[in-house]
């Protein structure tokens, strides 16, 4: 199965903190996943094992594992290892404080 050129860049760029703003790339990365899928890949990016995954969602780790393969595929990734960077990527810029005010800048 070809993967589609715009999955790929998109983990990509999230891997690579590629020139998009971070929130946006963040966003199109989640948006390629089923709600499940982002729990778990959620999950991943906290560092948790395919055991604690399962228990925490009430899952069979063979579902969890199917996951894991299905979010590697959509998001264009080959090895767990890129899996990881991405998760752990995505989950620290979800956990990024928004900006409301600019440094140095005061009214």
């Known amino acids: 199965?070809?993967?589609?050129?715009?999955?790929?860049?998109?983990?990509?760029?999230v891997a690579r903190g590629g020139s998009q703003p971070e929130s946006l790339v963040v966003e199109r990365t989640l948006s390629m996943l089923t709600p499940r899928q982002?729990?778990?890949?959620?999950?991943?990016g906290e560092g948790r094992m395919y055991a604690e995954i399962?228990?925490?969602l009430r899952l069979s780790r063979c579902r969890v594992t199917q996951h894991r393969w299905?979010?590697?595929?959509?998001?264009?990734?080959?090895?767990?290892?890129?899996?990881?960077?991405?998760?752990?990527?995505?989950?620290?810029q979800l956990d990024?404080?928004?900006v409301t005010e600019l440094p140095g800048k005061r009214r």
Not at 38 to 44: A, K, S, T
């Open 54 to 56: 399962a228990r925490a």
């Open 1 to 13: 199965m070809t993967q589609h050129p715009s999955t790929h860049r998109a983990a990509t760029l």
């Open 96 to 98: 990024r404080p928004f």
């Open 38 to 44: 982002r729990q778990v890949f959620l999950l991943i």
């Open 70 to 92: 299905h979010i590697m595929r959509k998001l264009g990734l080959g090895t767990k290892a890129e899996l990881l960077q991405v998760a752990v990527t995505v989950r620290v």
